[in-house]
C-alpha cells in the first residue's frame, strides 16, 4: 500500500506564491508518474502538473509559465511551486501517484489553496 501525504497549502493573495509538498511512503514501486491534480468547487478534478523519470514534465495550459513541478526521485517526494497565483486556482490540490505497467492510482488526502483577489 502507498501512502501520499501533502502539506503546503493555505491562503495566498492573487500575485502570491506558495509551494505545495508530497512525501509518498509504503510499498513503493514501478512509478510511472507523480503530480498533481486539483478540484475547484463544483468542477471536476483536473490534472494541474505531472512528471515522468528525471524529466518529462506535464502542465495545465492555465498554469504553464507559473507553476513548476519537481520531483525527488531518491526521496519519494514531488513539489509544486506555484507563482502569481490567480483566484481561479483556488482548488483542493491532490498528489497523484501512479504505477505502471499495471495502473493503480494512488492519491493524497488534498489540501486546500486558497487565493483571494
Known amino acids: 500500500q502507498v501512502q501520499l501525504v501533502e502539506s503546503g497549502g493555505g491562503l495566498a493573495q492573487a500575485g502570491g506564491s506558495l509551494r505545495l509538498s508530497c512525501v509518498a511512503s509504503g510499498r513503493i514501486s514501478n512509478i510511472n508518474t507523480m503530480g498533481w491534480y486539483r478540484q475547484g468547487p463544483g468542477e471536476q478534478r483536473e490534472l494541474v502538473a505531472s512528471t515522468k523519470g528525471d524529466s518529462i514534465t506535464r502542465y495545465a495550459d492555465s498554469v504553464k509559465g507559473r507553476f513548476t513541478i519537481s520531483r525527488d526521485n531518491a526521496k519519494n517526494t514531488v513539489h509544486l511551486q506555484m507563482n502569481s497565483l490567480k483566484p481561479e486556482d483556488t482548488a483542493v490540490y491532490y498528489c497523484?501517484?501512479?504505477?505502471?505497467?499495471?495502473?493503480?492510482?494512488?492519491w493524497g488526502q488534498g489540501t486546500q489553496v486558497t487565493v483571494s483577489s
Open positions: 497523484n501517484l501512479q504505477t505502471w505497467p499495471l495502473i493503480i492510482n494512488y
